[in-house]
């Protein structure tokens, strides 16, 4: 993301002005814009006008256009933003308080301007405009007859091609079938990776299956790639890992991005400290339950005693549409920022982030135990 201006006041009164270069843009700008604010940027509008003999002629004119935002719909796979709202200034083709469609794309301005900008909008802001942050890791899951080409970013795990084809079994007067069958499907994914990976920025190329499916599919291809002399793949034989992976489904990531190799080949990217917070907040969980808290009343009472040390947050939980929610959990951010303590902010789009939407979105690591918090809960339900 470039930041090509930027004006806040002391009150958290102001705009930004950004242009999104990659898809992961789109992802920090859905999470930036909220309802109600202030969204200018170029957009087409069909517009009639009449003649001096009375025919009417209707033509599309590019225009610039501000809305107040009213509903906002993130297209993944398009990587395309969809605001919709009033028009709130002069304009010579849209009426005030006509309705308009925004579409944000990649490489194209807009002005985003907020009656508050809090701690938690500004600090995504700073993250999306910091050019060491990419998709530095991506990942092939496969069985027979299924792959599944994922780009794994710091906010974001995405499905970039699905690759599907029926094998017939090995059987005595299938053989060349099966053996024709599975090339064609090999030689599909190795497109896939060439079309979907950019090896300028990824470091780290993860192959996982169960059984011997990786092994074979990895000799396939560098095989290929001698026969085909494809550079591209044999300058980066060194960043394919190989893995195992209990199913070639995407719900396998979770799993994968846990194996040691692949946290020491991954540690320095965001991806794996969120995995590695939710790793340590389960096995806490499990071993000091009197340490490990989920859900809003909870971790908010453990921080009324600055006993936080690790706060595991959704981004979904600041999206929320009432505007007074979204403070409290800003304000518990900042909170425990104060106290000392690690906040892990997790995106929902990720494998780790729909973990942690399953405990409520809100998670912490305490400092020290706090079983009153659990005796809390038996004294109300017995009341």
Known sequence: MKLIDKSIDKEGQGYVTLVPEEPEDMWHAYNLISEGDY????TVRKVQSESSTGSSTSNRVRTML???VETIDFDTQACMLRLKGKNVEENQYVKMGAYHTLDLEMNRKFRLTKHEWDSVSLERVEMACDPTKSADLAA???QDGLAQICLITSSMTIVRAKIE??????RKNFIQQHEKALAKFYDNIIQGILRHIDFDIVKCVIIASPGFV?????EYMFQMAVKTDNKTLLENKSKFMLIHSSTGFKHSLKEILQDPAVVNKISDTKAASEVKALEVFYTTLQCE???AFYGKKHV???NEAQAIETLLISDNLFRCKDVNLRKEYVKLVDSVRENGGDVKIFSSLHISGE????LTGIAAILRFPMPELDEDDESETED
């Open 355 to 358: 973990q942690l939407e399953q």
């Open 300 to 302: 908010e009472k453990a």
């Open 39 to 42: 969204v200018r940027s170029s």
């Open 66 to 68: 501000t809305i107040a």
């Open 214 to 218: 990786r092994d074979q599919f990895y």
């Open 289 to 291: 339950p009197d340490k």
């Open 165 to 170: 084809a029926s094998i017939p079994r090995k």
């Open 140 to 142: 092939v899951i496969m």
